[in-house]
């Protein structure tokens, strides 16, 4: 193959240069190809190539000729590829290769010229910074929703009783609205992990070129400026290899995953009949094919299931690139799909969990107070009533709970027991327990900052609209 054939360009373009005597096995072209799955940064990779093709005319290494018929052919190129006219070829390797063979197949030696001072090493790992900082944007949008959609129902119920538990055993009585915000702050953590993640994202590759930087005279402020970067990937060996952006993005996902996960877990079990606390829109269920009577909360069910998946991604990201020695190696073209897996899993579990949680959820407040009338929950508030009467705490919790196991035999709850009872088990109870052994007595007296008081819950949910910039 001379190098003055006239489609050399082509076949340079498709990593078939002169330098090779025989095409590649058609398997092997299967098992390095990426462009089935990193077609999806044709957008970043054009904006990418755009940027840089005006900083090589500003620095004067290409015409104004040239970047005006390269932004035309880029231009064509992002059109076919909207309307999905692009013809997408295993044989040019990835989206690069087939965005810039197609590039001069219509521009001709215009195209040619795009890829100088470049190389695919700096401009994927500009690619995929760029689309990993367009879904972390995403995700805080989201996670955001979530946030408002949680924040009014738990305002609903700020005053609601239910049984809080340790153990999953009824412990003690709280609210709630107590037991949605705990989600919240779980959520407000995750999306300032995004937000932080993000800042590290934001940082421009190109111009590190293969891997030592380029002898032409780039400008890469000028590029970074252009695309929306900070700032500069300060070293050009770690600028094309680390991926460790991908591996924090990556692991914020999967805190958030478990984050969500825990929360299904608890949708599952407080619709079940045992507990019978909320229902679920049965557009967020399915039925059985063999048992008519079954309604299943699939949708929770689901996103308990899929955080593994988030999980899995992670510790692929974080394997691909521990064994890598410096600079770029071809590992790296395997971060892509882990990378789109999590955004796929991750912006619909939280778009369905908004809407489940904004209008998909029936609570059963009744249920909540019965149960939670159940299991003395209370007992902590009697030994507490006798420490202030002036007994030792570890002398209280032993006689509430010597009453604890009277009542039990009786059948009864600590507030159904007579007053002459209860004093068998400490002298100084008066008939004033009876207000500390009520749930709303209860869950009103924890009324500090973080405890379950509604007014508490209220001021944390001020808080909390407040910090995310709404109502
Ligand atoms: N498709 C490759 C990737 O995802 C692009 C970089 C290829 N560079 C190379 N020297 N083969 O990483």
């Known amino acids: 193959m001379s190098a003055d054939r006239s489609d050399s360009g082509n076949d340079a ?84 290769l087939n965005i810039e063979k197609r590039l001069i197949a219509l521009i001709g030696d215009a195209g040619k010229r795009l890829h100088t001072g470049r190389s695919r090493n700096d401009q994927v790992a500009t690619d995929i910074r760029l689309y990993v900082r367009a879904a972390i944007d995403d995700v805080a949008a989201r996670i955001a929703a979530l946030r408002r959609a949680l924040l009014d129902l ?27 915000m705990a989600y919240d702050a779980m959520l407000s953590r995750d999306a300032e992990r995004f937000v932080d993640c993000r800042a590290r994202v934001n940082r421009l590759p190109l111009g590190s070129a293969a891997l030592a930087g ?62 019978g606390f909320v229902r679920l829109a049965d557009r967020f269920c399915t039925g059985s094919s063999i048992m008519p009577q079954k309604k299943n ?27 890598q020695p410096l600079a770029y190696n071809k590992d790296n073209q395997e971060d892509k799909e882990p990378v789109f897996d999590i955004v796929d899993t991750l912006l619909p579990t939280l778009i369905i969990l908004a809407d489940l949680v904004a209008g998909g959820i029936e609570i059963d407040a009744a249920r909540m107070r019965a149960a939670a009338g159940t299991g ?34 009786s059948q009864l709850d600590l507030a159904q027991l007579p007053l002459d009872a209860l004093q068998r088990f400490s002298p100084r109870i008066g008939d004033d327990v009876y207000g500390v052994l009520t749930l709303d007595g209860s869950v009103a007296s924890r009324n500090h900052a973080g405890g379950t008081a509604p007014e508490q819950v209220r001021s944390a949910i001020r808080a909390a609209r407040a910090a995310l910039g709404g109502r």
Request: charge should be negative.
């Open 376 to 409: 003395y929950a209370t007992a902590t508030d009697l030994a507490d009533y006798l420490v202030r009467k002036g007994v030792a705490f570890r002398d209280a919790h032993e006689a509430v709970a010597q009453a604890v196991r009277h009542a039990e035999t």
């Open 154 to 180: 738990a305002e609903a119920h700020a005053g609601t009783v239910m049984p809080g538990f340790t153990h999953l055993q009824v412990a003690q009585p709280v609210t709630f609205g107590h037991h949605l």
């Open 13 to 96: 373009v498709r990593g078939r240069s002169g330098r090779f005597s025989e095409p590649v096995a058609e398997l092997v072209k299967q098992y390095t190809a990426s462009v089935d799955f990193d077609k999806r940064l044709a957008d970043a990779d054009i904006a990418g190539s755009l940027a840089h093709a005006r900083m090589l005319s500003a620095i004067g290494v290409l015409s104004t000729e040239d970047l005006a018929t390269i932004e035309r052919g880029l231009a064509a190129i992002r059109g076919e590829i909207e309307r999905s006219e692009f013809a997408w070829s295993r044989d040019f390797e990835d989206v690069h």
């Open 214 to 275: 380029t002898g032409f005279p780039i400008d890469r402020d000028r590029v970074a400026r252009e695309l929306g970067f900070d700032g500069l990937c300060e070293n050009s060996l770690d600028a094309v290899s680390d991926r460790d952006f991908a591996i924090e993005f990556a692991a914020a996902a999967a805190l958030t995953m478990m984050h969500l996960s825990r929360f299904a877990e608890e949708l599952v079990l407080w619709s079940s009949p045992g507990f």
């Open 297 to 323: 909360p699939d949708v929770p069910e689901l996103v308990r299931g899929k955080s593994g998946r988030v999980f899995g991604d992670l510790v692929a990201l974080l394997t691909i690139m521990k064994g």
